[in-house]
Structures are given as C-alpha cells and as structure tokens.
C-alpha cells in the first residue's frame, strides 16, 4: 500500500487546491490570492507541493505536458501516428500547414504552463514562512523550481520566447507582460535546472515515488542543453545521471508501459495515475475497436519500417525481410508496440483491418484508419473501468538518457569507440525482450543515422518524435509530402484505395511549413486580452 501514498496525497492536494479557489472567489478579492488561512504547518506545505504536482487528466481537455492527451498526442505531429479524427484535429495541426493562433491545443498547453508556473510562484512565495524543517523545506523549494523551470523548458521549445513571471501576479500585472526573449527563457532554465539538482535527493523512498530526483532534473537540463547544441555540456549532464548508479536498463519493455512496470528502475520519472480515483482514460482513447477503445492513436506505415529485421538490419537491407510476411523477423519492439494486421491478437482475438475482409475486427465507428493500432500502453489483463485506468505514464525514462549521452558525445567530436556503444546503444538493443544485434559503427556520420533510428523506435509514441524532429531541424524535409498505413493490395493495382507502390494505402498528406511552423503561434485569445504580446512569424 506504501506505493500509493504519494498518489493519495495528491489527489487531495487537487482537491484542497479547488476548493481553496472557491472560496477565494468567495471572500477575497478577485486580483490577489490570500494565503491566511493556509501554510502554518509541514503539512500545509506538503499538501501544497502535492497541488503543484497535480496534472491535469481531463479526458475532455487537451491536457498539460505531462498528460497522456497532452505529451502523447503530440505524435500526431510527427511521422509516428495519424489522429483518427483527422488532419483538423489540434495536434496534427501543428505540422500539416494547418495550424493557426486559434488551435485550441496551443492555447491550452499555454493555459496549462500558465497555470502550473502561477502555482509555482505561490508555493515559492509562501513556503518560506511556513514554520518546518529547514531541510525539508528546502528540497520541496528544489521540487517545485523543477516544475516551473519544466514548464518554461517547453515553451521555449515551441513558442521561444515568452512572458518570464517569476512571482504572483494581479490581473493588471498578468494582463500586461511581455514576451522576454528565447535566451532569457533558456538561461532562466539552465540555472533552475541547475540549482534544483543540487537540494534533490538522488532516489526517493517507495511512499514518495512520483516525486522527482536527481536524475529527473538532469535530464530536463541535459534535453535543454542538447536542443541548445551545447553538446559536451549535455555529454556531461546525462554522464551524471549514469554516475548515480541509480538506475538500470529493464530487461523487459512491454510491461515498462503497463501498470505492472510502474516501480521498474528504467523509468526515471512518470506521470502518476492511480486507477478510478486519480484514474485517466488512457485506454478508453487507445484500446482498438475490438475492445472497446476509440482508436485515436493509428501508428502510420513510416513508423512500422523503421523497426530493423532481428538480424539489425533495417528491412531495405536484411536478407530476412520478406515484403508478403512484412511483420516476420522483425525487431520485437515492433509487435509490443504496434498492434499488427492479421498477425497481432488482443484478447484473444486477432487484429483483422483490411477495408475488404468480411472478418475485419476494428471497423465502423471507431475503426483505425491506417490499418494499425497502438499496443503500447494498452493492458490486455485489465479489467476496470477504461475512463479511469491507472497506469502510469512515463516521461523519462534511462533509455532516453543513453541514447541522449552517445548523441551528445556524437555532436562534440568526442571519439567513439566500442566500449561507448556498448555502455549505451547496446545495452537498450540488449534488453532480454529485445537481444537485438550490437551496434558496432563508430563512424560518426553512420553512427548519427543509426542513433537516430534507434530512438525513434525505442522511444515511439512517447512524446519525443515531434520534439526530436523541431531540434534537429528537419520536420520540414520529414514532414512533407504522403504518409501509409498497411499493406492492402500486390503493388499499386488497386482499383479501390489509393495505395504506394508497395500496396499501402494513403492516409494523409502534410506540408510542414519551414519558415513558420518550427514555432507555434501566441493563442489569439491571449493577444486579445494583451496586445503587448508580439505575434511569431507566419501567423
């Protein structure tokens, strides 16, 4: 039961954290929040910092960076998955040409950072007279200086410069600030980053599990650093998370998604779920059709042919691929996270999607539409309510924070050599659930093609693609032009769908749009509240 201690108390931290809303509405004045009732205790401020944690799992709303809705659909936006709804629905948006100042995602995610950074200001603010422990005290300033410096890691990866709000605010205040510039954000970043690893403990006991470490701030830090291509100082972050000796490669995968991978020394920091009470409808949008689901999330045929053949070699080059038995041999990270036609069962029933089979299993009304489905996330044993599952969802996890290292040592010059493949890429590859040939190529340039690749797959339908896609300046080349679901027909002599030349059939075509989309816009609803906030360009 330890394990959902933190879980409890932030579940009633959201609640005291509403009600203590109402009743400033009630008897305060509209423009100041008063705090005199409140923060006279330990125990305050835990119920406090547990507020500031809380994440917002509306099945409704668009949700935070940290939700399921807010972090995973961001794959609608890169070469990963196709939005069941459609290319107008918000987060595909951001990469088809489509995206404008009135996106309902974009403004959330603005809303949300907003809200969570105002939580901040007021956690800082106030703690400081609480009367409690001075050690204390001072790792939940460490905590909370995280998740401000989190949420302004975010928007400056995606809007670059804006507003900087350090303290609580009137309405007058807030309806009047200015966009500070994208290096004042990154600089701001770097030393909360910076600061708050030193006053975090480097592991936490079971009954604080969710909350950070150590390691987590790093490596919002070593993310930081790396889409500021300040390579070696990245090389060196991500080299002390490894130094910590805190955490370990999971010899499974599947499970690392899954309820019971939750407590797995691979995840670094997730956001935390507990079923029916701090449950989230995770599976209710993910399950396929077949059970129940609504099938938002259709992983696209790009992704599905990254996955190499058993024998490391991708598909246009292994002797193992064989183009009618597409899904034989292939790198078993493929099949525990993409549902496959004809050759994947769930519940016992197997995956049949093709538009003309009478047997078709994940049709009419909330059928895929590009003939797969999401297996990741999607726990066949469970067995409750889907609008209130409990698993987890991770945000870090060690393997990123390999892959990130040799990618980091790649960029600065640094030598490569087999001990350093080895102690990285390979141990990710060498995962019992995956034991997948080693990687032995130093050259740097073949290196980064293959690097790249392997974090695509390891890391799919996480919420990394779009972001990796943006820092390495190439959405514009990747996300232009038709994407595929599976195969349906012997070559392109389809009469009914229009299919590749391989028989796949076409889902969707994107136009990301080079001189305007690697930012998104300031919300319009803001601009129209503030005029001082500068419009990016393109909008």
């Known amino acids: 039961m330890k394990q959902y201690t933190f879980k409890i108390a932030l579940l009633l931290g959201i609640l005291i954290t509403f009600n203590a809303c109402d009743d400033v509405l009630e008897k305060n004045p509209l423009d100041k929040l008063s705090d005199q009732s409140f923060w006279n205790s330990e125990n305050d401020a835990k119920l406090a910092l547990a507020g500031v944690y809380a994440i917002d799992h509306n099945m409704w709303g668009e949700g935070d960076w940290w939700s399921y809705r807010g972090l995973l659909w961001l794959e609608f936006a890169s070469d990963n998955a196709y939005d069941r709804r459609g290319n107008k629905s918000n987060q595909s948006k951001l990469a088809n040409g489509l995206n404008v100042s009135t996106n309902g995602a974009v403004k959330n995610y603005w809303t949300a950072s907003y809200k969570k950074i105002g939580r901040c200001n007021n956690f800082l603010e106030n703690i400081v007279h609480t009367e409690m422990d001075e050690n204390l005290k001072a790792q939940m300033i460490a905590e909370v200086r995280f998740i401000r410096a989190c949420q302004y890691f975010y928007m400056c990866q995606y809007w670059g410069g804006v507003p900087l709000v350090t303290k609580v605010q009137t309405i007058e205040e807030a309806n009047n600030v200015t966009r500070a510039s994208k290096a004042d954000i990154v600089s701001f970043v770097r030393t909360e980053l910076s600061e708050a690893v030193s006053g975090l403990p480097s592991s936490r006991p079971t009954e604080e599990k969710g909350r950070v470490t150590k390691a987590a701030a790093l490596a919002f830090l070593g993310r930081l650093q790396m889409a500021e291509q300040q390579w070696g100082d990245a090389a060196n972050t991500f080299k002390q998370i490894i130094d910590l000796g805190e955490y370990q490669i999971d010899d499974r995968y599947e499970e690392l998604f899954l309820t019971s991978g939750e407590t797995s020394k691979e995840i670094i920091w997730a956001s935390q779920v507990l079923q029916d009470d701090l449950g989230h409808a995770i599976m209710q949008h993910f399950l396929p059709y077949i059970a129940g689901g609504w099938h938002i999330h259709c992983p696209l045929n790009e992704i599905v042919d990254a996955y190499d053949c058993v024998d490391g070699l991708p598909i246009s080059q292994s002797p193992l691929y064989d183009a009618s038995k597409p899904f034989e041999n292939r790198d078993p990270r493929l099949a525990m996270s993409v549902l496959l036609p004809n050759t994947s069962t769930f519940n016992g029933v197997l995956y049949v999607t093709h538009p003309d089979s009478t047997k078709a299993m994940d049709r009419v009304p909330n059928k895929t539409k ?156 803001e601009r129209d509240i503030n005029d001082k906030l500068e419009q990016n360009p393109g909008y």
């Open 370 to 525: 590009t003939g797969y489905g999401l297996r990741k996330y999607n726990d066949e044993n469970y067995d409750g309510d889907t609008y209130k599952s409990g698993n987890d969802v991770p945000i870090i996890r060690y393997a990123e924070v390999l892959l990130s290292y040799l990618e980091a040592m790649i960029e600065s010059g640094a030598s490569i050599d087999q001990a350093l493949l080895d102690a990285t890429i390979n141990k990710i590859r060498g995962r019992a659930a995956v034991n997948l040939p080693a990687i032995t190529e130093t050259n740097p340039d073949a290196l980064r093609t293959l690097l790249r690749n392997e974090r695509r797959v390891e890391l799919a339908f996480e919420g990394i693609r779009y972001w990796d896609l943006l820092r390495w300046n190439i959405a514009h080349e990747v996300m232009t032009g038709k994407f595929y679901g599976a195969k349906i027909a012997d070559g392109p002599s389809s009469t009914s769908y229009v299919v590749n030349d391989n028989g796949n059939y076409f889902v969707t075509e994107r136009a990301f749009r080079k001189d305007v989309d690697y930012l998104w816009p300031i919300p319009q609803a």
